[in-house]
């Protein structure tokens, strides 16, 4: 479908956000970027969007609306008719108005600067070109590609991992040569990205003397592990040097080479098609965790593992916990279930409350949550150990 968009320069930002969803067809004066030139693909509809979120002070009149006494029952009780010729439409606040007919001209003015409409609007556009053309919806998949990564800490290459059978460097030259740079020491430099380097199968990196070594016709070859490269092997595994978020600190950080397609290929608005594809670093929680005494600490958390918890609820709200004797690492449990065990509650005995709050600040899953800055999606719990203990 074609839809033309207009916006203000100063809301041209909506402009990019649509166009980072939907794509821009190009200069549709071109015969190339014409729709109406590609029979095969356009469904015969154009649409317009016209972005003036200072037209909000329009009154009812001036935007067609009849006068209360022309007006029809429906009308009436919408509020879409007027009294007093000043009254302003959805009383000043920003609208939408949308004029279409059965040859599939769809114009939209939206009184408002809020990105979501504008793409929202698009998508109404393209379901109103698909209610027209017949036998088809609009629909949109949603999904990512997500690689696990692990974080080997100061060293890689002690596991197996690194000399995992049927990968050789050898094959790999013979078969993506023409991508890289061979050295001297055996490895590779992509001839594109130089920051991507080919390396052997068997291999150690040692982060604290930032070398990389390997055995080559029985000599040792050692290059200089560097940030802002990655490191390829033969299977496809990739490690780079990353400082961790919080800490500052540096480490090794692999990636797997095969990946998880996680893909939603049909749902409503609302059903979470872009939550798949978003990055959950404002979901995780950084913490430092001071520890004084470790073996104290750890027999605290033997007793908290082990503690009947069957009697911890007042009586008369036994129905928040179907089975309120389950142990912290029942299988029964959730991780969020389990942060409320340890989260005093009007719910819970005056006893139960009391030993919550004896606990060390350490413990207290309610004071890490309550003292860490969290994202505007919401929370999730868990923290990293940082290496200020």
């Known amino acids: 479908m074609e ?62 609306l009849p006068h209360y006494d022309q007006a029809g029952d429906r009308q009436r009780a919408e509020g879409m008719c007027w009294r007093q010729e000043d009254e302003l439409y959805n009383d000043g606040e920003a609208f939408k108005l949308t004029a279409r007919d059965e040859s599939g001209v769809i114009v939209t003015l939206l009184a408002d600067n809020y990105y979501g409409y504008c793409k929202k609007e698009v998508k109404t556009q393209i379901g109103f070109a698909a209610n027209l053309f017949g036998l088809a919806e609009e629909e949109h998949a949603g999904g990512a590609l997500a690689f696990p990564r692990v974080s080997h800490g100061f060293e890689f290459g002690v596991d197996s991992i690194t000399r995992e059978q049927g990968y050789s460097f050898q094959e790999m030259v013979e078969r993506y040569g023409d991508l890289m740079e061979l050295q001297p020491e055996g490895h590779g430099i992509d001839k594109r990205f130089p ?94 965790f001071f520890i004084d005494d470790l073996k104290s600490d750890l027999d605290l958390v033997q007793e908290i593992f082990d503690r009947d918890y069957s009697g911890h609820i007042r009586p008369g709200f036994e129905q928040e916990d179907y089975d309120a004797s389950r142990k912290p690492l029942s299988p029964d449990r959730s991780l969020g279930s389990f942060i409320k065990l340890l989260t005093p509650s009007p719910s819970y005995t005056d006893e139960y409350n009391r030993w919550l709050e004896n606990l060390p600040t350490v413990f207290r899953p309610w004071h890490l949550l309550s003292n860490v800055s969290t994202g505007s999606r919401g929370v999730t719990a868990g923290a990293s150990m940082s290496r200020w203990m």
């Open 3 to 64: 839809i033309r968009f207009f916006a203000p320069g100063n809301l041209v930002s909506n402009l990019d956000f649509v166009e980072s969803i939907f794509g821009n067809g190009g200069n549709p004066t071109l015969p190339v970027f014409d729709a109406g030139l590609d029979v095969d693909h356009w469904s015969g509809h154009t649409g317009c969007v016209i972005l003036a979120p200072h037209l909000v002070r329009m009154t009812k009149k001036a935007l067609g």
């Open 195 to 288: 920051e991507v380097i080919y390396v052997p199968q068997d291999l150690r990196m040692d982060l604290q003397k930032q070398t990389i070594t390997w055995r080559r016709d029985g000599d040792e070859h050692t290059i200089r592990l560097q940030p802002e490269q990655t490191y390829i092997q033969p299977n496809g595994y990739k490690v780079e040097m990353e400082r961790h978020p919080h800490t500052g600190s540096w480490r090794l950080v692999g990636t797997e080479p095969e990946g998880t397609f996680c893909h939603k290929p049909s749902t409503v608005s609302g059903g979470g098609k872009s939550e798949i594809s978003k990055s959950m670093d404002d979901a995780v929680l950084y913490h430092p």
